[in-house]
């Protein structure tokens, strides 16, 4: 797609400075973008790249416009402004409407019109698929299944029974959502399986990456809000609760039960323990182990960057023997205590 | 399904304390439950909600029968009970046998006419699908893999070839059985794949969550016991064997040719290194690191959980600075030895 | 296959102590082979079963020769020359040309006719199948994507649009190739995706491991050098470029930019945080968290072994005071210099 900088500067809501009719048809880098495409800048370490950039434009926050030798797009968040101009520039092709000769729909699926069910994909009993959403190639949609309007499975998803997708949802390959939650009882040393009577709700717009997994609730359902966004090869237990506009890193198990608030972020590979609950606008770093609730917003931590082999392995060799530095801290404490009391400063000693 | 409470109890073989003939069709949480459905109480922390229950009989253990405000199950294992029950109302419906015409089953595979090969599934030649087995929808069985009696590939796995599955084995969508171990020899900094010529063993009754992978051996096999339950996401390394009745929480890792022993547990992300040996009733803690062999049965640990990260920052300052602190320690110990030498507090000097 | 010893020797490259018309039609472990085999010995730990050992043959390091009992091959490195001896033995299938009846290709892609396209596999148009590619049962190729000559994909692969695969390449089943990176970008709370207009390339004789994901870039391309493997359960976050004939244990996960070397080893579980560079031959222990980049090759390190939960509790509880075990040390600074500087030891105070 071609826009003219005037266009693009009405569409997006921005300030050009430049030439409105110049026209650009494509994204690149800054260091790297051709005549003809459009860059942005939104972090103080690319800053290095503005000067000699060959981009038509670039998109920036206003106190890099000064830098800036080429058309300007002058926004409040840069980053965001690129991302709706990439988007204008590169438009997503529109779903065709249809049922590909190999795909299996049941028929006693409903398949909107408007929607596509792509080869090998296959769509069982009750399931609903609606307008404009699209089944990708080798996608199992299971029964009673539910498809909301311009969602998407990408390839090779899987969605089972009665799990129920918002608008606009996007499922990456290999997703699986709603498969049984690791519900078991134990009998004696052996492990029976508790049937898993929930589904799972996932909200408009939301994401679920390659290969990330989301079980179905035990009883209840589990609940992804709107919004949310996951990355790839995630695990979301049964009954979890992910809350409006949070976004996962990849990587991030969450155990069952446990409720994420609204706008908080998980680092990659992130633990949640089982039956915690977080206040909105929580934010963990990555690798962080998380054993206990946090009513608070803010940040929270606990891993251990690495460093080399041998200062590591004088790291862990103190921590291991912190009891014997505490033992031998009292015990000079003691001596200390000892030989003050006995020689006490005051002086009383001399006189 | 629909059972009088008369019916439950026997068929349970638990206590009833109520009216036998009234009848429950479902069941739900303590709290949410609606007349005619069947709930438990397995754990103190739920408690509160016994008195308001509105389910018409509680699952619970004989210390919680004097609050139970409804018809109740005693049992000494609630949830156990419970597990049952669930299946019992809710019963998983009946394999019908057949091959969906969208299937692709080799003309030298043995397909038991009482299974089901789903829409999309492939079976290669020389596989047996036992009596009762269901292989879903783009499932892919190769060649010579054995599927036993009622066992269940749901979605979207792939079994490779060779592998053996016992009975009432479930592998859960897109788990991945027997693809080749991670064997390389370096040739000069070149790495040259070791064929992977073992297979994958996998017990009655076990089971592989959704998007889990198993290995299969170098030379002898990999081995999943009986019972064995594999969450979702995890990864199984060649050569590894796991003893019966196990269990392991999502996202958990095991190197190659390590030896896990029955009745364990490994927390959510635990990764075990190679070449180690596990007692029977040994349990690890979520994202714990094992480097050692364990032959103690017992509870073992590696985890350091998240707090604030001012909290946090500090902590990871100091463990840096141990060396500093153990050394300052040491000056102080000489320093008042010294002191001590010279002014021993046996009065000596005052002589 | 079957192979005089002598065929051998000369095949491998190395020397034969033993008899060379010798015949072995296969591998086993050096404690299991029966006679017929070959088997290796490339690690003390093995070596107890030397002198017992059944095989016809035993591949070795000069220096273990005195003690074989059987036939011995003589290698620099013998876990090398086993890996030869075993493929010798044990042939890759050859891969017969075709496009299987129930496969979906679109009339617009290019599939080489020694190529073979296995049952429910889809070939999106604008693909390119080279000669000798194994496109294997329910795989998807997207639009526009390259598989380079002899490269497998095995079973339930999703390669998407526009990758390209050199020659060589294995994807194992249910691997992710080119799904979208996690580019978001928040406007006021709510996050919107970044489009993804870069893409993957894969170099020759690489692995992607099963169900591991590699995401396209954001604006250049996410790179896999030639001779890469990357384990199982792996993430590969966009715009990642990872050097020629690195190796990647399961379960690791590299965020966004991050450059990794050549020759480098990344254990088990290991953490990349995103926008780091690291120098070729880096190794990192497994489960290690990485925030920062290391220029220098070496061995970096920052995993907390397990141990039993008491000594684990108490090393926790120290880490956590360790505050106040500097400031307890602080104090007793002090106050010994307080009494040293009274009573000096010089002894001033005694004249």
Redesign the interface.
Known sequence: MEYSLGELAARLGVRLVGAAECRVSG???LD?AAPGQLAFLASA?YRKHLAATRASVVVLAEDMLAECPVNALVAD?P??A???A??LL?PSPEVRGGV?P?A?VDPAAAVDPTSWI???A?V?AGARIAAGAFV???C?V?ADAVVGEDSRL???V?L?HGVELGRRVRL???A?VG??G??????G???????Q?GSVRIGDDA?V???T?V?RGA??DTVIGR?V?L???I?I?HNVEIGD?S?L???V?I?GSTRVGR?CTLG??V?L?G?LEFADNVH?????????S?QEP????????????QS?????A???R??D??R??SV??N??S???K??P?DGA?FE
């Open positions: 994204v690149g880098s790297q370490h968040n980053h965001l690129y991302a709706r990439a988007r590169n590909h190999r299996v792509g080869p090998g296959v069982e990708g190639p080798n199992v299971g990408e390839a090779n899987t089972c990456h390959p290999g699986v498969s049984d690791f519900g078991l009882a134990n009998d040393g052996v492990w029976e399986r508790v049937p009577l994401e990456g390659a290969n997994t079980d009883l209840q919004g966004k990355d790839n090869l695990q237990g506009h976004a890193a990849a990587c198990g155990a706008h990659g590979g633990g323990a039956h963990f770093s990555g690798m962080s182990l998380v054993t206990r946090f803010g940040y929270y931590s606990g891993n251990l960057p690495a460093t080399d082999n590591w392995r004088k790291t862990i103190r921590l291991r912190l009891d530095l505490a031998r801290l000079l404490e001596r200390l000892a030989y003050e006995a020689r400063l000693d």
